[in-house]
T-cell receptor, first 112, second 114 residues
Framework: QQPVQSPQAVILREGEDAVINCSSS?????VHWYRQKHGEAPVFLMI?????EQKGHEKISASFNEKKQQSSLYLTASQLSYSGTYFC?????????????FGKGNQVVVIP | KAGVTQTPRYLIKTRGQQVTLSCSPI?????VSWYQQTPGQGLQFLFE???????NKGNFPGRFSGRQFSNSRSEMNVSTLELGDSALYLC?????????????FGPGTRLTVL
C-alpha cells in the first residue's frame, strides 16, 4: 500500500530544476504532496485528484497519471527554501476515504 | 486562522507506562487523523475521528486508542509503552472525512520511551 518515491535524494543548485516521483501499485483517488523541514511538521503543498483537478498553495507544479498510478512533483527554478523532505500521500479506495499512505520521502537539498 | 495545535510537544516516559496526547484541529475542521512518524517506517496512519466516531483505523495494536470530543479536539492514548513506540506523533485536521480533503498537520508530539 505504501507508495514508492524516487529518487531518494536530490542535490541541486539554486535556480535548477528537479522532478521527484511517487508511484503506487494500487488504484488511487488522490495524491497529496507535503514538504517537511527538519524538526518541523509536514506542510501541505498540493493535492491532485482523479480527473485532473489540482489544489495547491505553492508555486510548485505536479502531475497525476491515474492510469499509471503515478505522480510527479516539479521543482522549477528552485529556491533555497525548497530544501526539505517531500512526502507523497496516496488515498486508495480500498482503505477508505481521507486515509493517506505515505512514501518514505525524497530528500531535496538546494545549495547556493 | 490558528493552525493545528498539539500538546505536549515533548514527552519522556518509561516502558510500561501510558501516555495521552492531545490535538486541537483548525477551527471548523471536524476530522482529526493521527499518524506515527519514525525514521524506519516513515509516516504511518493510526486512526481517524470524525464527529466523535472512529472512521478508520490503521494496523496498530490495541494499545493505541483515541477519542474525539464534541468540540472536535482529539486525544490519543498509548498504554503499556514499549521502546518501539518512540516516535513523532502527528495529528492532521481536515474539513470533512470524504475523499479529496486537504489535511493540515500539527507540530507533533515527540515521545521518547526509555
Amino acid at each position: 500500500q505504501q507508495p514508492v518515491q524516487s529518487p531518494q535524494a536530490v542535490i541541486l543548485r539554486e535556480g535548477e530544476d528537479a522532478v521527484i516521483n511517487c508511484s503506487s501499485s494500487k488504484a488511487l483517488y488522490s495524491v497529496h504532496w507535503y514538504r517537511q523541514k527538519h524538526g518541523e511538521a509536514p506542510v501541505f503543498l498540493m493535492i491532485l485528484l482523479k480527473g485532473g483537478e489540482q489544489k495547491g498553495h505553492e508555486k510548485i507544479s505536479a502531475s497525476f497519471n491515474e492510469k499509471k498510478q503515478q505522480s510527479s512533483l516539479y521543482l522549477t527554478a528552485s529556491q533555497l527554501s525548497y530544501s526539505g523532505t517531500y512526502f507523497c500521500g496516496t488515498e486508495n479506495p480500498c482503505f477508505g476515504n481521507n486515509r493517506l499512505a505515505f512514501g518514505k520521502g525524497n530528500q531535496v537539498v538546494v545549495i547556493p | 486562522k490558528a493552525g493545528v495545535t498539539q500538546t505536549p510537544r515533548y514527552l519522556i516516559k518509561t516502558r510500561g507506562q501510558q501516555v495521552t496526547l492531545s490535538c486541537s484541529p483548525i477551527s471548523g475542521h471536524r476530522s482529526v487523523s493521527w499518524y506515527q512518524q519514525t525514521p524506519g517506517q516513515g509516516l504511518q496512519f493510526l486512526f481517524e475521528y470524525f464527529s466523535e466516531t472512529q472512521r478508520n483505523k490503521g494496523n496498530f495494536p490495541g494499545r493505541f486508542s483515541g477519542r474525539q470530543f464534541s468540540n472536535s479536539r482529539s486525544e490519543m492514548n498509548v498504554s503499556t509503552l514499549e521502546l518501539g513506540d518512540s516516535a513523532l506523533y502527528l495529528c492532521a485536521s481536515s474539513l470533512r472525512t470524504d475523499s479529496y480533503n486537504e489535511q493540515f498537520f500539527g507540530p507533533g508530539t515527540r515521545l521518547t520511551v526509555l
